[in-house]
């Protein structure tokens, strides 16, 4: 699969009741659509879609990449609303990334969520060092991912 091919766009169905509600509020924060934009990077082609259906019930346009690189150029692009991030990828690591966001005056605030396979205290450090969100370890819950991200997206909607 080319680089290219996992730069596209999944429209998922965004309008499922029960889901995150947030409607647009003419803030900015959301498209004239009511949808939140997340982009997903991970370099393994399972986690990416099993991430990808984890946001599949919900009011949420997912784009997805496979490098932290890949990943910073599509930000400047779709201005995601969150970002969710392995850790240990090729190109352009999930640290990186975060601290790129970070140094950018309209991508800033964006919260981030880094998952990884390293599970260690130090890994969990350098997460919230670099600005990092919220740091989950694999295996992990997609419905802790969920809520955790469902409560990130109203931070970030308040301002917070």
Do not use: C
């Not at 609303?81 to 964006?110: N, S």
């Not at 919230?128 to 919220?134: E, S």
């Amino acid at each position: 699969m080319s680089d290219d091919a996992l730069l596209r766009t999944v429209i998922l169905d965004s309008h499922t009741p029960g889901a995150l509600s947030m409607p647009f509020g003419g803030d900015g924060l959301m498209d004239a659509s009511g949808v939140w934009r997340i982009l997903i990077v991970e370099d393994q082609e399972d986690l990416r879609d099993l991430l990808a259906l984890t946001f599949s019930g919900g009011p949420f346009e997912v784009h997805l990449a496979r490098d932290g690189q890949k990943a910073l150029e599509m930000a400047y692009h779709i201005r995601p609303h969150l970002v969710i991030t392995d850790l240990r990828m090729p190109r352009m690591d999930g640290l990186a990334l975060t601290r790129a966001l970070r140094q950018d005056p309209v991508l800033g605030r964006v919260p981030v969520i880094v998952i990884t396979a390293w599970a260690d205290p130090g890994a969990e450090l350098q997460v919230y060092g670099a600005g990092g969100n919220a740091f989950f370890a694999k295996p992990f819950s997609p419905l802790a991912l969920l809520e955790r991200a469902e409560h990130l997206l109203r931070e970030y909607r308040r301002g917070g």
